[in-house]
């Protein structure tokens, strides 16, 4: 692969840092130098912002089906790119390209958000003397922060709803996976965006993360990354101007299988949860409980699919797990499996690591019986690592997959409605599957997490919200009937 020069998009031109720095993107499956990219500084961080703001009010002042018609291209020109995107990642990632689908996920975000851009506002008229309205108006200049294991997934659920309500946007990419973000960036002018509307920066947390968080010019702000990042924008926030937060933070996402199951699906399903993407992602279900009587038969059920797993070259159709996505990465899971050893029984799945290239391949780990306060069972692995325990009771098992800082998806798994029905409303999670588990959601359904997993929803219906500043208008209007037991101070 020839070597990529990766720059900020500011203001409609592909720019270097303003100190010329950049850092060196790695290919974790080859270990050869992908790309070299633009390392953003505070001062470019200004400059993204202060051009944001200069397209603001054009922009703002568009109709919704003005703002629309460039949604709407660049879902098409990102639909014609979906098998130059999946190389992408593949390169900085090791994302399969069998397991790619984030190209198709982004189309739908903005071919969806190019007609969803009539904000409805509310109308009363039960204050005596006055008919009064609510107004939904965009923020202004917003930010959208990104993580590297779905970049365009989430690259598009923030983008289009944000332009799509009106906003101008700087966005910051993950340093491990800037590409298939900066080759969408590329697609901007042509789509129609006018300069500054949408501003695409690299670089890592600090300078650049930090800049933005604490920039007082920017109103809000949507992050997707882990718990770790989040307190450290909230403060940041905090300390700056308040700006409006949306959140969607890490997981250590329960499954729950009882002795009715059927116990064929929800091992395949289980175990696809958690090593799809070699166990990549935030609501993949890392602790798994099943009750003592089919144990035995689950978990061999779950080795066998788990030992099934082909682990290779991402660019070739039939892996279906790739490295870890750096060398970090596979050293942070490595360390935990260590730690697991310790603390419970492990068992090594059969799927061989390859013979070349295998420098970041975790072969898939199930711990079984590990304490529940261990750390295994209480931190985000984010690896190919599943810990199956047992329990005994509805209750127990409630009890123990409720027993978490974290609470993005849950599962439970059996034939009984009523158990099923209990369980679903007693799981402290945003997201429950029934008979399903993660990644299984619908677009429509608000995406988000309990307690330390996040703050706000995503989804199709409820993303226009996250942007839209709102206010309310009293007018008085002479002529209008009024009680003679009212007075003019707005109903009293
Ligand atoms: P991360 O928190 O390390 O980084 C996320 C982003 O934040 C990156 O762009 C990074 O550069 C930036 N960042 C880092 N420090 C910053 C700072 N001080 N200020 C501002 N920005 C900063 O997360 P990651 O490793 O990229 O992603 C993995 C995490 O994301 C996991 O915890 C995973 O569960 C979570 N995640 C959550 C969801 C969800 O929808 N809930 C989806 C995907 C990933």
Redesign the pocket.
Known sequence: MTLLKVKHYINGKFADSSDGNTFDLFSPYSGELVAKVAEATAEDVNNAVSAAKAAFPAWSAMSPQQRGRPLAKLAQMITEADAELAKLDAASLGRPISTYFDGYYAAMHFRYFSEAAYPTGTSSLNTPGFINVSLRQPYGVCAA??????PL??FSKKLAPALAAGNTVVL??????PLSPDRVAQMLGEAGFPPGVVNVVH????P???A??SHMDIRALS????????R??QK?AADSNFKHLI?????KSPAIVFEDAELERAAKETQHSIMFHSG????ANSRIYVQKGVAEAFIAKFNAFASARKLGDPNLKETDSGPQ?DKV?YETVMRYIEEGKKTGQVLQTGAPVPTENAALFVSPVIFLQQPEDSKVMKE?I?GPVACINTFETEEEALRIANDSEFG?YASVYTKDIDRAMRVAKGLESGMVGVNCTSPTGAWDMP???YKG??VGR?SFLLSMEDWLEQKSVYIRVDGLQTSSAANSTLGR
């Open positions: 922060i990104i993580p590297w294991n779905s997934v989430f910051k990419t993950s340093e491990k996976a670089g890592h947390g600090t650049a993360g930090h933005i968080s992050f997707t990354g882990s718990a770790r990042t989040g450290l924008i940041a959140f969607e933070l890490g997981g990549q992602t935030c609501m996505a990465q985000e984010f993005l995406f988000g997490g997993s996040g995503e």
